[in-house]
């Protein structure tokens, strides 16, 4: 394990879900449209995004429910019980890497093969920094605290450059702010910037 990891695999994974989960459900209803953190998307669009990226790291494992939208295209629309929608993507991801070995060396992943641990890391920071993406700009507490940005590392680290050059995913990674936790640092090199508000300030 990292020794900047509390939590890893299924247990990070978890724990992703279930901020991201609490992050929609606090959405307020007039709040789909505002800006977010994330390129030019709405608060809607990083949401369909975040799920139709979990379902591919499901579809992955499974061979079956790849998404049939582009995640990188994202639908500035909700359909009527998006909450439930994303309950059921999230637990279909859930049950995918319950089935795996801890130790398997190569998953299945919207990124290539991956060992066990990295890819739950992967799907797991998918969800956490879309979580914090959608938060930040409806005016929530940051689901994304050092225990998780902590699991979250151990994915940022191999993949967020590939993931920058091969898909422009991350913008370049920000200079960490001095003294900065471990949320602020996992943010910064990542390319976002940790103090990010509505009003750009």
């Not at 998780?148 to 967020?160: E, K, S, V």
């Amino acid at each position: 394990m990292s020794a900047t990891s509390n939590v890893q695999g299924i247990e990070l994974l978890t724990l992703s879900h279930d901020r991201l989960r609490a992050v929609v459900a606090g959405v307020p209803e007039n709040s789909w449209s505002a800006p977010t953190p994330c390129g030019e998307w709405t608060v809607a669009q990083v949401l369909n995004h975040a799920r139709l990226d979990q379902q591919a790291y499901g579809a992955a494992v499974t061979g079956t429910g790849w998404p049939e939208s582009d995640a990188f295209h994202p639908d500035g629309t909700l359909e009527a019980g998006v909450t439930a929608e994303l309950d059921k993507v999230l637990a279909q991801v859930a049950d995918a890497y319950a089935g795996l070995r801890a130790d398997a060396e190569e998953v299945a992943t919207p990124l290539g093969p991956l060992p066990f641990g990295v890819a739950a890391a992967a799907a797991a920071m998918d969800a956490g920094v879309h979580a914090w993406d959608i938060a930040v700009a409806t005016g929530q507490a940051s689901p994304l605290d050092d225990e998780l940005a902590g699991g979250i590392r151990l994915a940022a680290d191999r993949l967020a450059d590939h993931l920058r050059e091969a898909f422009g995913v991350f913008a370049p990674a920000r200079e960490v702010p001095q003294g900065a936790g471990r949320a602020e640092a996992l943010l910064a090199f990542l390319g976002r910037d940790p103090h990010w508000t509505p009003a750009g300030s």
